[in-house]
C-alpha cells in the first residue's frame, strides 16, 4: 500500500540554524501538507501547497519557515533560523485528487531544538 | 469557543469492552469527519472517514455524526490491547483540500 515517507525521523539542531525536513508524498497525489505537534499538545496545521502554490498557511507559517517541491517527488519544509519552542513533531500529508479523499500522514520528524 | 473538543481522557477499559469516543465542533459548516488513529510517538493513520451525518461502519469501527448537534463519535466494538492508541478527530470544510483541524485526542488503554 502506498504511504507518505518522511527524512529524517530524528533531528537534533542547535538554536538559529536551518533545517530541512523531507517528504516524500504518495505518488499521485496532488495536494501537501505539512502539520506540527508539540509534545502533549494537539496536531496543528502549517501549510497546505497545491500546484507549486501555497494554498492556506497558518499563523504559525512565518518568514521563518517556506515550503517547496523540488522535484516531481520531494516535499520540504525549510525553517530558517531555529528557536527552541520550535521543537516538535513535523508532520507531512498527502491527498489525491478525488472529492471523498482525505489526507494521509507520514510517520513525522522529530525536530529537537537545542 | 474552540472549533473541536475532545476530551483527552485517559479513558482505560478491559478487552472486549465497547469504547465511545467523542468530539464536539463549533462551526456548523464543517462537512468532513474523520477518525485517526495515533500510536506513540507516530504519525496519525486515518481509520474512518465520513461526510454528512449518520453511520458509517468498517469491521469492528462505527463512526457516527449528528450535524444538528454538531456531534462527532467513533464506537469500537470488542476492543483489543492493540486498540490502545490516542484517537483523534479531525473536520474540515469540504472535499479534505482544506486543512484538518484536530481535536486534542483522546488516550485510550485496553487492558487484557
Known amino acids: 500500500e502506498p504511504e507518505v515517507t518522511q527524512t529524517p525521523s530524528h533531528q537534533v539542531t542547535q538554536m538559529g540554524q536551518e533545517v530541512i525536513l523531507r517528504c516524500v508524498p504518495i505518488?499521485?497525489?496532488?495536494?501537501f501538507y505539512w502539520y506540527r505537534q508539540i509534545l502533549g499538545q494537539k496536531v496543528e496545521f502549517l501549510v497546505s501547497?497545491?500546484?507549486?502554490?501555497?494554498?492556506?498557511k497558518s499563523e504559525i507559517f512565518d518568514d521563518q519557515f517556506s515550503v517547496e517541491r523540488p522535484d516531481g517527488s520531494n516535499f520540504t519544509l525549510k525553517i530558517r533560523s531555529t528557536k527552541l519552542e520550535d521543537s516538535a513533531m513535523y508532520f507531512c500529508?498527502?491527498?489525491?485528487?478525488?472529492?471523498?479523499?482525505?489526507?494521509?500522514f507520514g510517520p513525522g520528524t522529530r525536530l529537537l531544538v537545542l | 469557543q474552540k472549533e473541536v473538543e475532545q476530551d483527552p481522557g485517559p479513558l482505560s477499559v478491559p478487552e472486549g469492552a465497547i469504547v465511545s469516543l467523542n468530539c464536539t465542533y463549533s462551526?456548523?459548516?464543517?462537512?468532513?469527519f474523520m477518525w485517526y488513529r495515533q500510536y506513540s510517538r507516530k504519525g496519525p493513520e486515518l481509520l474512518m472517514y465520513t461526510y454528512s451525518s449518520g453511520n458509517k461502519e468498517d469491521g469492528r469501527f462505527t463512526a457516527q455524526v449528528d450535524k444538528s448537534s454538531k456531534y462527532i463519535s467513533l464506537f469500537i466494538r470488542d476492543s483489543q490491547p492493540s486498540d490502545s492508541a490516542t484517537y483523534l478527530c479531525?473536520?474540515?470544510?469540504?472535499?479534505?483540500?482544506?486543512?484538518?483541524?484536530f481535536g486534542a485526542g483522546t488516550r485510550l488503554a485496553v487492558h487484557p
Open positions: 462551526n456548523s459548516a464543517f462537512q468532513y
Open positions: 500529508a498527502s491527498k489525491g485528487t478525488g472529492v471523498l479523499e482525505t489526507q494521509y
Open positions: 505518488s499521485n497525489h496532488l495536494y
Open positions: 479531525a473536520i474540515n470544510f469540504s472535499g479534505g483540500y482544506n486543512k484538518l483541524i
Open positions: 501547497f497545491y500546484n507549486n502554490e501555497i494554498s492556506e
